[in-house]
């Protein structure tokens, strides 16, 4: 057994596709087949279930499949401890954060860039529940989060800012002369939204039946950037997150704050307190304290 049998079959639970699989690890997929035979040779026990294509872990795969990533979390563990002993920060931090929130993950990742050149970043955009779960599972290493998710007792935060909310819209087909906006107004305009069930979705929801308004939503999406597309075609107005950043993606976009528009779950980021957790989790997470608290010095 080695690591790189252990890469392999957590290749292929993240793309669930043999081909997909040996693309990732750089591989053609009949030694990936094969060194995934080899390792249930080895340990004397099915792993996968095959047909004309992947069809899923065994359960003894799926047992297998959570140690595999315990010992690759160590394994890069190692290596960054190793790094960071040498005066250095290498590897990569996998980071998740929900999809629509007061903050620009920019924010932290532009500065530990340009400290630790050889840092890289895998950046997923989940839910709250599904960053608590990763963690957990030792899938991420630190994440962007609503805190009515989180249990403080096995988990450490930096609590963020609250998330307000304006109105997006391309100025080529809306104009609002006013400051800010009141959720009367906001209702009156055609909407895109989030699908329902979605956190940032839910608090907007919220807000509506307390001004006894039903919004005209015109569109609804899992996507944020399907919703900024539609904006900027023209057919809707999007109620977003203000000091994110989007509506600096381009020149047309411009968001105006809506009155008493706050998603009253803080924002945070979050790092799992149980091992195994590596040192370039432990050392980013102490960077972003100091990033974080810069940026709210006046």
Same mark, same amino acid.
């Given at each position: 057994m080695d690591i790189k049998q252990l890469k392999y079959l957590i290749a292929l639970d993240q793309t669930r596709h043999f081909g997909q699989a040996a693309a990732l690890c750089h591989?053609?997929?009949?030694?990936?087949?094969?060194?995934?035979?080899?390792?249930e040779d080895e340990l004397d026990l099915v792993l996968i279930t095959r047909g004309q294509r992947f069809e899923?872990?065994?359960?003894?795969?799926?047992?297998?499949?959570?140690?595999a990533r315990t010992l690759l979390a160590a394994h890069d563990g190692l290596q960054a401890e190793a790094a960071s002993c040498r005066g250095q920060l290498v590897g990569s931090l996998r980071l998740g954060m929900v999809p629509l929130a007061s903050l620009n993950p920019m924010q932290l990742l532009k500065p530990? *860039?340009?400290?630790?050149?050889? /840092?890289?970043?895998?950046?997923s955009s989940l839910t709250s529940e599904q960053i608590i779960d990763h963690l957990n599972r030792n899938q991420l290493d630190l994440?962007?989060?609503?805190?009515?998710?989180?249990?403080?007792?096995?988990?450490?935060?930096?609590?963020?800012?609250?998330?307000?909310?304006?109105?997006?819209?391309?100025?080529?087909h809306f104009q609002f002369d006013d400051a800010d906006l009141s959720w009367e107004a906001v209702g009156r305009q055609p909407l895109g939204l989030l699908t329902k069930g979605m956190h940032y979705r839910q608090s907007i929801d919220l807000s509506f039946r307390s001004h006894d308004i039903d919004?005209?939503?015109?569109?609804? *999406?899992?996507?944020?950037?399907? /919703?900024?597309?539609?904006v900027n075609a023209g057919i809707c107005c999007a109620i977003m997150p203000l000091r994110s950043g989007i509506e600096a993606m381009n020149e047309h976009l411009n968001i105006v704050p809506i009155t008493d528009a706050v998603i009253h779950s803080p924002l945070g980021l979050v790092m799992r307190r149980s091992e195994?957790?590596?040192?370039?989790?432990?050392?980013?997470?102490?960077?972003a304290k100091g990033i974080f608290q810069a940026s709210k010095t006046p």
């Open positions: 591989i053609t997929q009949p030694t990936l087949s094969m060194r995934i035979r080899n390792l899923g872990f065994t359960e003894e795969g799926e047992r297998i499949l959570a140690w530990l *860039s340009k400290r630790y050149p050889e /840092l890289h970043f895998q950046l994440g962007f989060c609503y805190l009515d998710q989180v249990d403080t007792q096995f988990f450490d935060v930096i609590r963020l800012t609250a998330t307000s909310m304006g109105l997006l819209h391309d100025v080529r919004p005209h939503t015109i569109l609804e *999406s899992d996507s944020t950037f399907q /919703l900024i597309q539609a195994p957790r590596s040192a370039l989790a432990d050392k980013c997470f102490a960077e």
